[in-house]
């Protein structure tokens, strides 16, 4: 039977391309370089923000110390300040699915998230969830295996008792190398129908 339901949040509770989409092209601006250009260099270095490792201001100022690092600060957090545009990319069919369960289920978050990003996304929604097992936190990212078992810290539960839902394929399987259930999200329909089977009350 199944005790806990553990969501992703990017492109599962909240559609993130658009608004990462918007800094980090004023980003590569400040830069003078391409947005693509920005990708490849920015695609080197994530992880260690998602570990908590280092800090993306302190890259900047490695790249282009003459800026200071405020002002790419400054660009992130008028975008992500932006509450309107901020919610409008959320997965409302999903949002109100997680507020639904909470309560018959313990509902969980489990996010590679980059340390600057937390405070603008992720805690905004801790509030829906019973637990938060952010990767730049917790010292691992999916699909690692010690980052799953951290879900397992919440309470007396076995893999068996739990679901993770996530849009990578790698990182559903990871999770159930380890005995938990792991549904691919594709999209909402799909996602309730592979609750159901599980015998998620929806």
């Known amino acids: 039977m199944i005790k806990v339901v553990v969501f992703d949040v ?3 509770v909240w559609r993130h391309g658009e608004m990462f989409y918007e800094f980090q092209n004023e980003w ?17 270095v994530y992880v260690g923000f998602e570990y908590g ?27 992500m300040s932006n509450k309107i545009k901020f919610e409008s990319y959320y997965n409302d069919e ?19 998230a980059e340390n600057y990003v937390y405070p603008y996304v992720h805690k905004r ?4 969830f ?3 097992i952010i990767s730049w936190q917790a010292g691992y990212r999916k699909p690692e295996e010690e980052i799953y078992k951290l879900i397992f810290k919440q309470g007396d539960f076995r893999p068996e008792e ?21 549904i691919i999200f594709e999209n909402y ?3 309730v129908c592979e609750l159901n089977k599980l015998g998620v009350r929806v």
């Open 94 to 112: 999903v949002v109100a699915l997680i507020k639904e369960l909470k309560g018959r289920y313990k509902i969980g978050l489990l996010s590679n």
């Open 28 to 44: 590569s601006k400040i830069l003078g370089i391409t947005y693509d250009e920005f990708r490849n260099s920015y695609e080197k």
């Open 162 to 182: 739990i679901v993770f839902i996530d849009d990578r394929e790698e990182n559903v399987g990871a999770a159930k190398k380890l005995g938990i259930n792991g």
């Open 125 to 128: 929604m801790e509030g829906w």
């Open 53 to 79: 490792r280092s800090v993306v201001w302190d890259w900047f100022k490695s790249i282009k110390p003459e800026v200071e690092s405020r002002v790419f600060e400054n660009v992130f957090k008028n975008i």
């Open 130 to 132: 019973d637990f938060s």
């Open 10 to 12: 990017g492109n599962v």
């Open 189 to 191: 329909d799909k996602l």
